[in-house]
């Protein structure tokens, strides 16, 4: 008997590889994993490289199962987006754990699993969407100009899988339609034509998303939305629906607190775990409590990092309320990415500022050596600074908070706007209650 869900996260547990707990997967990991004899079991799986990237690193591919049904399986085709490389390696090791199971030995009977853990070796080593060429492995089906993109198109030909999962990750600013909560995991069963038509196949990857949803429907229970299903025949999953092949691609997305993207990753071992089940005894056609067509859209840009709702402004002209939007960038810098009516944005942290009234603050001179630890930074911020002029060099930082230089981008330039980073503090009844520092929020007790 297949297990229930409690006993699989337990089995999960042992076989998720701890050491992939961390923000990027890189070729190294898998290389390691997959050279190590006890990861693959050679007696029970086989390990071949099936071509190599633009720089010559190798993609590999792990067979599992000696069934008539094959079933396809890619990660990482955009290096950037390492969740379910770690999700496919923890299944890898699953197996090896649990082959003496007689429930998987059934299931193993009837399928045979193709798994590359990493199509783009070069994108992931240098943490790149793209291949080495520059170019996008996810619109290259039709022109093949990626040696990536050729290995996958010959993986179609030879192995003509039954069904093939398309792995990736998804921005954290999706949001779920109607909701202004973060989509844990996107699927799409994409189109093979441009009139969008489902065949008997796409049916099928559509079926088996609402079968694996259905089973995990308490875990997965508005968290999971779909994409627009526009077809694009430079994707390698519509190619895949044009050939026949029902196709499924799951995004990985994120959640609160999770920025490693942990609770994607062990979803996607659920959600593929209980696919590789139906597809094996062929299940799938008979779910009936879940449909694909009532899932959710996937929203974009639905979410920021912070939001501050309802700030008051008094300005010479008018006073007025405003929510505000901050999205951290790269290299940690954070500007404000929305202003104005934002009842449609959801984000990850908000500042309810409906009592709070914005005062730009002011600059406080360092002239004499400063211990600036977090109790000082507060004092300061209490008595109205949040910049700092004259001798930066004298204070001694103590704290991770950013300290704000002048001159620098971030003097007020008589008053805030998009695309520049936040810097101000926030008043109740003339007392500073809360400060942004470069987009930090700080929120004084
Ligand atoms: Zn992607």
Same mark, same amino acid.
């Given at each position: 008997m297949f297990p229930e869900n409690n006993v699989l996260e337990q089995l999960y547990s042992s076989a998720r590889i701890a050491q992939l707990d961390k923000p990027h997967v890189f070729p190294q990991d898998v290389l390691e994993h997959l050279a190590d004899p006890f990861f693959v079991d050679t007696d029970f799986m086989s390990k071949q490289v099936v071509g190599h990237s633009y720089l010559g690193q190798p993609i590999q591919m792990v067979t599992v199962g000696k069934g008539n049904i094959a079933i396809l399986f890619w990660s990482q085709m955009h290096g950037d987006e390492p969740t379910a490389t770690a999700a496919l390696l923890d299944l890898i090791q699953f197996f090896q754990q649990n082959k003496i199971r007689p429930w998987l030995n059934e299931i193993l009977d009837k399928v045979t699993l193709h798994i /590359?853990?990493?199509?783009n070796p070069d994108g992931a080593q240098q943490q790149t969407r793209e291949n080495a060429q520059g170019i996008d492995i996810n619109r290259?089906?039709?022109?093949?100009?990626t040696p990536e993109g050729k290995v996958l198109k010959s993986l179609f030909d030879n192995i003509k899988p039954l069904f093939a999962f398309n792995l990736h990750d998804q921005s954290k600013y999706y949001r779920i339609e109607d909701t202004l909560k973060p989509v844990e995991m996107a699927f799409l069963a994409p189109a093979g034509d441009a009139q969008e038509s489902i065949p008997e196949h796409r049916c099928n990857a559509m079926k088996l998303i609402a079968a694996m949803l259905s089973d995990m429907s308490d875990e997965l229970f508005a968290k999971v939305a779909k994409y627009q299903d526009s077809y694009s025949p430079r994707a390698f999953g519509d190619l895949a629906c044009s050939q026949g092949i029902a196709c499924v691609l799951i995004e990985s997305g994120a959640t609160f607190n999770d920025s490693n993207r942990q609770n994607a990753r062990r979803l996607n071992f659920l959600c593929l775990l209980h696919s590789i089940h139906h597809i094996a005894e062929q299940?799938?056609?008979? /779910?009936?409590?879940?449909?694909?067509?009532?899932l959710p859209f996937n929203i974009e840009?639905?979410?920021?990092?912070?939001i501050i709702r309802g700030l008051n402004v008094d300005t010479v002209n008018a006073s007025f309320s405003v929510d505000v939007a901050i999205k951290q960038q790269h290299q940690k810098l954070a500007l404000i990415s929305e202003l104005g009516d934002l009842q449609q944005l959801g984000a990850y942290e908000v500042l309810n500022a409906h009592n709070f009234s914005y005062a730009p603050g002011n600059t406080f001179e360092v002239n004499q050596p400063i211990d600036l630890n977090k109790d000082k930074y507060i004092s300061l911020l209490r008595n109205g600074f949040c910049r700092f002029s004259g001798d930066i060099s004298l204070i001694n930082q103590l704290t991770d908070w950013p300290i704000i230089k002048v001159p620098g981008e971030s003097e007020p330039a008589g008053f805030w706007r998009k695309n520049m980073p936040p810097t101000w503090l926030m008043l109740f009844n003339d007392q500073v209650k809360a400060a942004l520092l470069e987009g930090k929020l700080i929120v004084l007790e």
């Open positions: /590359v853990p990493m199509l290259d089906a039709a022109a093949l100009q299940s799938y056609n008979k /779910v009936l409590d879940f449909d694909y067509n009532s840009n639905g979410l920021s990092d912070l």
